[in-house]
């Protein structure tokens, strides 16, 4: 027999029903990718030759490892997902469609790239940018409702120089070139980093 949740009694002496509890629903922590040096390696090779696997946007060949499809799969199973390069939309879309499922395109939080960065301080006059979190955390489109600070972002990049404006327990250093690189252990580590920075934060 279905067991009923007890009546509480008012001041007046009437059975009152007991409210519905409320389920919370948190907000799944944000994974910011970069695409170069993370998910897809730039190739440098000889004049008319073609690697094995190799991916050719905009006379610029790449090679992507098997393993980063299964990576993102997994990404989006436990986390919100964007993308923030500091290469050209131009160069960047044709990338990010052959990385990613059409299905998991659509599902990206956002696709910043080289016009969302800003100019490196100590490289006014040349080409290095710099990436900061602050321009999504307080922006009131992409972040609407203040659900992300650093407590739930973590940011993926190949080189630190880009990323050193910005909070160090979000930024996760991965290089595809290192050969010790390796996805599964990425998985752990991100994993490991939020709970460290949402314990920070209570």
Partial sequence: MESKAPRKINGSGDSVSPKPTKKINPVKPLIILDINGVLAEKTFIGKGSTPKGAYKVNGVFYMIKPEVSTFIAKLFQKYRVAIFSSTTRRNAMPLIKKVFTQKQVKRLLFIWTR????????????????????????????????????????????????????????????????????????????????????????
Wanted: glycine share 2%; with cysteine.
């Fill in 115 to 202: 016009d969302r960065t800003r100019k490196d301080p100590e490289n006014l006059n040349g080409f290095k940018t710099i990436k900061k979190l602050d321009d999504f955390w307080d922006n009131p489109v992409f972040n609407a409702k203040g659900c992300y600070d650093k407590s739930n972002t973590i940011i993926l990049d190949d080189e630190s120089e880009k990323q050193r404006f910005n909070p160090e327990e979000c930024l996760i250093i991965f290089n595809i070139k290192n050969p010790e690189s390796d996805f599964e252990t990425l998985l752990n580590t991100i994993e490991t980093r939020l709970m460290a920075n949402s314990m920070k934060n209570l």
